[in-house]
Nanobody, 120 residues
């Protein structure tokens, strides 16, 4: 069973940094591409960053220059590096991974989300 899971969230002071990780803890889903989203209370889910199977990245203008996305195929993990965090970055952060299981078709899976809270 695919068990996509985010980690690395938590409480940080304004100006601080966090690195979120996303991997399949079930160890059956090979991640080829991925994306990071966030949703704050009362807001729609916002796409922050994506990375293709070839490593091409796209960062939303709202976080460009502070956030970056990367992937480590050997570790089957997608990362979101977040710097200079501000209170308005407080939200639940979600990973979307695109890949396949052995012999399966390409699919996408979402993680349950990880809370990031930035204090002023």
């Amino acid at each position: 069973q695919v068990q996509l899971m985010e980690s690395g969230g938590g409480l940080v002071q304004a100006g601080g940094s966090l690195r979120l990780s996303c991997t399949d803890t079930g160890n059956i889903f090979v991640i080829n591409a991925g994306g990071w989203y966030r949703q704050a209370p009362g807001n729609q889910r916002e796409c922050l960053a994506s990375i293709t199977s070839g490593g091409v990245t796209n960062i939303a203008s709202s976080v460009k220059g502070r956030f970056d996305v990367s992937k480590d195929s050997a570790k089957n993990t997608v990362y979101l590096e977040m710097n200079n965090l501000q209170p308005e970055d407080t939200a639940v952060y979600y990973c979307k991974a695109i890949g396949r299981t052995a012999g399966g078709r390409q699919r996408e899976h979402w993680g349950p989300g990880t809370q990031v809270t930035v204090s002023s």
